[in-house]
């Protein structure tokens, strides 16, 4: 192939991979985009027709939700906590850590909302502790330094983190009184998202 060919199949190709690139970045702009504000609702997945038996539905339904994995974690007097024995209320789990930045920026808005809403939702802040880098010491200092009044708990087994496949923190999680997941979202979210969360769970 001349030089002349090998220019023209060098722009050709070039052109494909903007088109690829313009596209791929329309497609996961919306897909993150802040209207969905991150929230990735896993709600029942099966619709069933109306002509169908509701025995049919119910079901349907159940094999559709995420059942929370249980996990135990300490409370701030080193008490097991399960996850299970929670349910009942509503959830909202949220993991995080005192040198997470993202974390500490929407825990002021937890904590107003858990001053609004504690006695009707269930808010477990499970701090991850890794006996280094963060301990049981630096997340309850951090807590009582800002002065949030929220319960905090702590994974000191990171049993809570694999049963979840925790990956990024703040990871915050909503979980409707019969203990299925509704939604999750992974990183900083706003008042607005948490509510909204807590409106699936209801």
Do not use: H
Not at 2 to 22: D, E, Q
Not at 98 to 122: H, L, N, R, T
Not at 157 to 184: H, M, N, V, W
């Amino acid at each position: 192939m001349n030089k002349k060919g090998r220019t023209i199949l060098f722009i050709a190709a070039f052109v494909l991979f903007i088109g690829l690139a313009g596209f791929a970045y329309n497609k996961l702009s919306k897909e993150v985009s802040p209207e969905n504000n991150n929230i990735d609702i896993v709600q029942n997945k099966g619709e069933v027709s109306q002509g169908e038996e509701e025995s049919a539905e119910t079901s349907q339904e159940e094999e559709a939700k995420t059942e929370a994995p249980d996990f135990t974690v300490l409370d701030g007097e080193g008490n097991s906590v399960k996850l299970s024995e929670q349910f009942g209320k509503p959830i909202v789990l949220n993991f995080w850590a005192s040198w997470c930045g993202p974390c500490k920026s929407e825990m002021p808005e937890f904590d107003d909302v858990y001053e609004e809403m504690g006695a009707d939702v269930i808010f477990m802040m499970v701090n991850l502790v890794d006996g280094q880098r963060e301990t049981k010491e630096k997340g309850g200092k951090y807590v009582e330094e800002q002065g949030f009044s929220f319960p905090i708990y702590f994974d000191t087994e990171q049993e809570a983190a694999l049963a979840y496949g925790i990956r990024s923190i703040p990871t915050t999680l909503f979980i409707d009184k019969d203990g299925y997941i509704s939604a999750g979202a992974e990183g900083a979210i706003d008042v607005e998202t948490l509510r909204k969360g807590i409106e699936l769970i209801k």
